[in-house]
């Protein structure tokens, strides 16, 4: 087989090149290159010939007065192969923090517009601020085109979705995946029959732009561990490589990825980093903008430009609101909807976009703005982790129209709910019925609260009802990471357990948590391996293991496969039932053609809600059907220490049917066909700490 060394010349010949577009683009005649850098009097273009390459078997020389547009440099090398790599270097007074220009000079530098990155010759601890160069870098790979982008995107909604949040390393990785390619988009598309089976809509992926996996504390370092979670991006074009058979083809395997579950009706949401970089503060790596952009690219001090403000926890805050930095965002978003078939995006922390140049709170912030006017993003969801490291916190409140949001407020009411907290009833039925008083006043909807239980940050649902405390000894950090407020009840044991009533009353808890998640109005969020109750024994900040303590174990104990099939149910159960799926807020009055108010909210008696007792743990209501001929669901949740007779409403010429009890043992904890589901009159007994819903027939 012919090396890559023998594929390509020793050297290729040049024309200036175009400014458009930026990055390395495949033109007629060769490959075109350009980057944006202020600052540098001349730059070079390094090539190798593959990812294994050592030495580069070109260097390109880039001169003001043919290769220089406004701030953009730009070259052609004529017919130049594909899968050949490429860094850039760049002279002149860089003002790069804590680096002589000379040094800095030496550094090879990431294209920030690379479709494909190499992680082959990239060691961070010597990348950062060391004065030697050597030939230790990131590169970027000359990708094959992927053909013309989609100029019209369809409009996607989440009005009837289902998020489930995965990583796609850990879905595959374990050996019980059986998957031929462990920890890669080609991976999870072997385990698609097992998503399509579940039921959800939507994935949405933990980071896939290409991360730092180096980027984490020297305590872990010194463990061994690396960046697993993905929150710490250098090359937002680029599919992340180690997710890839091949990196060359990195967008093309994300591509096939997305169209595989877009063949099985699911969707695909991306959880991006725009908030910060991997480049961290002023002694962390110089990958790329420090040199190119470093002043427009990140917040950094008005009388210090070393000086870089921190509002994420990671050393940098992305300038979003500057205009090429805004521009550099949206055409990158476009991109991944446009050419990658992406569905839609969840932005973590995304309080950041609301702050100006020198971290101050914007009250118009044009970024968030911008995207809703993008013809390409005002069509995809846009969901805002509505907090930052730095204070701000906008649940209810993000700037602009259509924006979603992850409802921290659900999470913890409804943890503290049913962990057992009194006195948090009228709480509770504002999260269950779309938590208006966070979105109606000013338009939004129920589907802009993104409901979840439990996140990839934080315990797993089998942790929540397991542990008091955390855990996080194995991240090196003597157990000082992670919340310790976690809002959770580990039902009278610490840990594993072998004591059956305390088991029994874990699962009861899981299936309860579960059950008024997808019972809710918003849109559920599930956290991957929650419906197999997967544990991470007690650590609630698992960034770092990427190991079998965060792996989905594909092994099945029975109560394992018992809640998954409870959760498939519970799914098809929301499925069935447009009334938990409303498009606007619930009123308390009867729709057009209905006899029924949309809803009615009870206590142990009818219309006698225990919202303001104080010591109330039990709450009641019935939605009349929303969708011709569906049936009413009533739906009862006691978390009392104790049984409770709950007093059903009267039907005419009809009865109620017990489909869901969360404190029945399997099957019976879930009954799919209604005509073989327990008959109940007048008074529903309800277990302690369990939910029940019943379905008229």
Request: hydrophobic fraction near 40%.
């Amino acid at each position: 087989m012919e090396s890559p060394e023998a594929r390509v010349r020793r050297s290729y010949g040049t024309q200036p090149g175009s400014r458009f577009p930026i990055g390395a683009t495949v033109v007629q005649g060769g490959v075109n290159f350009c980057t944006f850098c202020r600052h540098a009097t001349h730059l070079e273009l390094l090539l190798y010939a593959s990812e294994e390459s050592v030495e580069p078997f070109q260097i390109v020389a880039l001169t003001r007065e043919a290769n220089r547009t406004f701030f953009f440099w730009h070259v052609l090398v004529e017919d130049l192969p594909l899968r050949c790599c490429y860094t850039w270097r760049a002279h002149g007074p860089l003002r790069v923090p804590q680096m002589s220009d000379e040094a800095a000079s030496r550094k090879e530098l990431l294209d920030p517009h690379a479709r494909g990155v190499s992680d082959r010759f990239y060691q961070r601890r010597q990348a950062a601020v060391a004065e030697t160069a050597g030939h230790v870098s990131l590169r970027a790979i000359v990708t094959e085109p992927l053909g013309a982008p989609r100029q019209d995107v369809d409009v996607r909604t989440l009005d009837d979705a289902i998020i489930y949040e995965l990583h796609v390393g850990g879905f595959t990785r374990h050996p019980s995946s059986g998957v031929r390619q462990p920890g890669t988009f080609a991976g999870l598309i072997e385990k698609i029959p097992y998503l399509k089976a579940l039921g959800v809509t939507h994935v949405e992926l933990l980071p896939v732009m290409a991360f730092d996996e180096q980027d984490i504390p020297a305590f872990a370092a010194a463990r061994g561990l690396c960046n697993y979670w993905g929150y710490s991006t250098h090359s937002f074009y680029s599919p992340h490589p180690r997710y890839c058979v091949e990196p060359a083809r990195a967008p093309q395997e994300f591509r096939q990825f997305v169209d595989a579950l877009h063949d099985a009706g699911i969707r695909v949401l991306l959880d991006v980093v725009f908030n910060h970089t991997s480049e961290a503060g002023k002694d962390g790596p110089l990958i790329h903008f420090k040199v190119f952009a470093n002043e427009a690219f990140y917040q950094v001090d008005t009388n210090d430009a070393r000086h870089y403000r921190d509002y994420t926890g990671c050393g940098n805050t992305v300038n979003c609101n500057h205009p090429l930095v805004s521009a550099f965002i949206m055409r990158c978003l476009e991109y991944w909807v446009r050419d990658l078939g992406v569905d839609g995006f969840r932005f973590d922390l995304a309080s950041v976009f609301a702050r100006g140049a020198q971290g101050e709170l914007l009250p118009t912030p044009p970024l968030p703005w911008a995207m809703e006017a993008s013809p390409v993003l005002a069509r995809v969801p846009l969901i805002a982790e509505a907090w930052d490291a730095g204070g701000l916190y906008h649940v209810g409140a993000f700037p602009g129209m259509a924006w979603a949001e992850w409802n921290g407020r659900y999470r913890d009411v409804i943890r503290r709910f049913v962990r057992g907290d009194p006195g948090i009833v009228g709480e509770v039925c504002t999260c269950i019925a779309g938590s208006a008083d966070l979105y109606q006043d000013d338009g939004r909807l129920p589907a802009n609260s993104i409901n979840f239980v439990t996140c990839h940050d934080g315990f797993t649902l089998n942790d929540l009802v397991s542990y008091d405390t955390k855990h996080n000894e194995a991240n090196g950090e003597d157990n000082r990471d992670g919340s310790n407020d976690n809002l959770s009840w580990n039902c009278g044991a610490e840990g594993e357990s072998g004591d059956p009533a305390i088991i029994g009353l874990r699962l009861r808890q899981a299936r309860n948590f579960m059950a008024i998640l997808l019972l809710s109005q918003g849109v559920p969020m599930l956290l991957a391996g929650d419906e197999i109750l997967r544990s991470q024994r007690g650590n609630n900040n698992a960034f770092c293991q990427d190991n079998a303590l965060s792996w989905m174990d594909w092994r099945l104990p029975d109560d394992a496969r018992d809640m998954l099939r409870f959760v498939r149910e519970m799914i098809a159960l929301r499925k069935r039932h447009a009334s938990l799926r409303r498009r606007r807020f619930l009123t308390g009055r009867p729709e057009s053609g209905q006899t029924h108010p949309d809803v009615a909210w009870h206590g142990e008696r009818l219309d006698e809600p225990a919202w303001h007792d104080r010591g109330a743990r039990f709450v009641a209501l019935t939605l009349a059907g929303h969708a011709p001929d569906e049936p009413m669901l009533h739906i009862v949740l006691n978390m009392n220490d104790d049984a409770r007779d709950a007093a059903l409403p009267v039907l005419d010429h009809r009865s109620w049917r017990r489909i869901v009890d969360t404190s029945a043992e399997a099957p019976r904890d879930i009954v799919p066909d209604s005509e073989t589901a327990d008959i109940e009159r007048g008074v529903c007994r309800v277990e302690a700490r369990s939910v029940v819903v019943l379905e008229s027939l």
